[in-house]
């Protein structure tokens, strides 16, 4: 991602994340012009035809930060990333937004891939992540932990947990109280993948 790429992925999340996802977690340009400044190797674009289809946005932040597998303002430190660390051992997903038309096409597959090879490169413990449950508020399930530990063990589906685990994450648990989603019960499943050389 390059500054000249701002105005077209902040249009991006809004197409990626209509209503009822609150506005107010959508990035604004100043919030990735200061993700480029601390951590340019971390922000990703997709394009098509000149076209940016997808983003990417990633932090890092240190192994004792991850371990305490706080909400989100706790672990990234807001919009700013004001807990972003040089010298971070995680490599912590923020967001990925995909263009409704370019869904289902391996977008969301190649970032992931681009995420788990910045892990390798830059030798850090882990790729980590707290991601959304968006079809938790319309299932059968009364609590988010018990939904997403149906969707782990393959008893239920979700659109973006349900992926996420096809690429190879591991799903450790719950972190209530994340952020404001109702869609997810206000809640996040923990996902990592450690490096692979570090796993032999």
Known sequence: MQIDDIPAVV???AD???PPFDPEFLWK???????????PVGQFVAMSDDQIVGSCSNTLV????????GNWTATVGGPFLESFSAEGEVLYGLDISVSPAFRR???????????????????????????????FAASNYD????????????????RTLTP???????FLGIIDDYMEDPESGNAAALLE????????
């Open 11 to 13: 249009a991006l999340q």
């Open 16 to 18: 990626a994340f209509p």
């Open 29 to 39: 340009p100043e919030h990735l012009f200061a993700h480029i400044e601390k951590f």
């Open 62 to 69: 240190r192994e004792s930060v991850w371990n305490q597998h």
């Open 105 to 135: 096409q391996g977008v969301g597959r190649a970032s992931y891939l681009s995420r788990f090879a910045l892990v390798e490169e830059l030798r850090l413990a882990r790729y980590g992540t707290a991601c959304r449950l968006p079809d």
């Open 143 to 158: 609590k988010p932990s018990e939904y997403a530990v149906a969707v782990a063990q393959t008893e239920a589906a979700d």
């Open 164 to 170: 996420l685990l096809s690429y190879g994450l591991t």
């Open 193 to 200: 993948r450690p490096r692979v050389e570090a796993r032999k």
